[in-house]
C-alpha cells in the first residue's frame, strides 16, 4: 500500500505542477494577446470612426461652399434691392440643402453680421457678427466650429464660407451659414459603440462634446491652457467658464501643442485605478479629436477566467487522475498477489513432493543394503 501512496502522490504533484505552470503561462501569453488585438481594434475602429465624421463635417462644410456659390445668393447679395430674387430665396430655397434633416439651421447674413435669410425664423434680423465662424468667413476663409447657438442655446457645429461679390471677387459681401445637429455625430460615433469602449469626440480645446459616457460630457480631457480658457469664455463656446478635469493629461497636452494626427497611449486612470489604453486621431480638416478607450483591466479579467478555466480543468483532472491511479493500481497490484499465492502455494506442493520422492528413494536404498547384507551371509 505504501508504494501504491507514492505512485499515486508523484503523478497528481507532476499533473498540479505542470497544470500550474500550464495555467500561468495561459494568463501570460492571452492577457499579451488580447492586448495587442485591443490596441489594434481601437486604432482601427479609431481611423474608421474619424473618416465616417470627417465625412459627414465634410458634406456640410461643402453644403455651405456651394450655398455661398449659387448664382441666385451671389446675384442677390451684390444687388440687395432685387425684389425678385429676395423673394425667391424666401420661398424655401434654403430648405433644399436640409434634405437629410440633418441641420437645424441654415441662413444668410449680410456684411454686418446681420441675418437676412434663415430656415429658423428666430434667427432673422439677429446679429452674430461677434462669432468666430462669421469672422472667419468675412476674411474670405471657411470655417468650422463648435458653439452654443445665442439665440436658440443649443449647442450645434457650425459651417460658414464667404458669398463673393459677382463683380470683385476678392469682396465678401455676407456668409452662408450651415449648422450641423449634434445628434448627426453622435449617432454616427455611438451607433456601432461595443461594451469594452468609451468613445469621446472633443473639441480644438480639448472638451468633450460627445461622449459614451454622458457624465464625460463637457469636462476637458486635461488642465485647459490659458489661451484656451480665454477664449472660451470670451465666446462663451458652451455657456460655462469653468470645465471639471479628467484624467487625461497626456491627450490634453498633445491637443494644447496641436501635435498630434493619430497616437495610443497606456495610461493609468487615477480615478478608478484601472490601467487603460487609448487611442486618439485628429479629424482631417477639421478641428476636432475621436478618442477611443479600451479597458485594460477588462482584458486581465478575460485572460484571468480563461486561465481560471484550464486551473479548474488541471484540479478535476488530478482529482480524476487518483481515483484511476488507485484503480489501475489496486487492480494490477491485486493480481500480482494472486499470482505471488499461487507461486508460493505451487513451490509448497513441489517442496512436498520433493521430500516425498526423497523418503521413497531412500527407503529403496535401505532395502537393497538390506538384500545385500542377507545374501553375503
Do not use: C
Request: aromatic letters at 10%; hydrophobic letters at 40%; charged letters at 25%.
Amino acid at each position: 500500500m505504501k508504494l501504491q501512496k507514492k505512485i499515486t502522490l508523484s503523478i497528481v504533484s507532476l499533473i498540479l505542477f505542470f497544470g500550474t505552470l500550464a495555467t500561468i503561462t495561459t494568463y501570460s501569453l492571452t492577457r499579451n494577446e488580447f492586448s495587442k488585438q485591443l490596441t489594434t481594434n481601437l486604432v482601427d475602429n479609431t481611423y474608421i470612426q474619424s473618416q465616417e465624421v470627417y465625412q459627414i463635417l465634410k458634406q456640410s462644410q461643402d453644403i455651405s461652399y456651394m450655398l455661398a456659390n449659387r448664382p441666385v445668393v451671389r446675384q442677390f447679395f451684390t444687388d440687395q434691392s432685387n425684389k425678385e430674387l429676395k423673394s425667391q430665396i424666401e420661398e424655401h430655397y434654403l430648405d433644399g440643402f436640409n434634405m437629410s434633416n440633418r441641420y437645424s439651421a441654415i441662413y444668410l447674413m449680410d456684411n454686418t453680421g446681420v441675418t437676412i435669410f434663415s430656415t429658423d425664423p428666430r434667427f432673422i434680423s439677429q446679429n452674430y457678427g461677434t462669432r468666430s465662424y462669421y469672422i472667419q468667413a468675412l476674411y474670405g476663409k471657411s470655417s468650422a466650429e463648435i458653439n452654443l447657438g445665442l439665440t436658440s442655446n443649443e449647442l450645434g457645429y457650425y459651417f460658414s464660407s464667404p458669398i463673393f461679390s459677382l463683380e470683385d471677387q476678392s469682396k465678401v459681401l455676407g456668409v452662408a451659414v450651415v449648422k450641423l445637429n449634434p445628434n448627426a455625430i453622435e449617432e454616427s460615433l455611438l451607433e456601432h459603440q461595443k461594451s469594452e469602449y468609451n468613445i469621446m469626440l472633443t473639441d480644438k480645446h480639448g472638451v468633450v462634446v460627445v461622449a459614451s459616457d454622458k457624465k464625460k460630457l463637457f469636462s476637458s480631457l486635461g488642465e485647459l491652457s490659458p489661451k484656451s480658457i480665454e477664449e472660451l469664455r470670451l465666446n462663451n463656446t458652451y455657456g460655462k467658464e469653468n470645465f471639471d478635469v479628467l484624467d487625461y493629461d497626456v491627450l490634453q497636452q498633445e491637443i494644447n501643442n496641436q501635435s498630434i494626427s493619430q497616437k495610443t497611449i497606456k495610461i493609468t486612470d487615477e480615478v478608478d485605478n484601472e490601467e487603460e489604453i487609448v487611442s486618439i486621431s485628429k479629424i482631417k480638416d477639421f478641428p476636432l479629436y475621436i478618442v477611443f478607450e479600451g479597458n485594460f483591466e477588462l482584458i486581465s479579467q478575460i485572460s484571468l477566467r480563461t486561465s481560471l478555466v484550464i486551473a479548474a480543468f488541471v484540479a478535476v483532472a488530478a482529482i480524476l487522475s487518483v481515483f484511476v491511479i488507485t484503480f489501475v493500481l489496486r487492480f494490477f497490484m491485486q493480481k500480482q498477489q494472486k499470482d505471488e499465492n499461487e507461486i508460493v502455494q505451487r513451490t509448497k506442493e513441489l517442496e512436498s513432493l520433493n521430500k516425498l520422492m526423497i523418503g521413497r528413494e531412500l527407503k529403496m536404498i535401505d532395502l537393497k543394503k538390506q538384500l545385500i547384507n542377507k545374501n553375503t551371509t
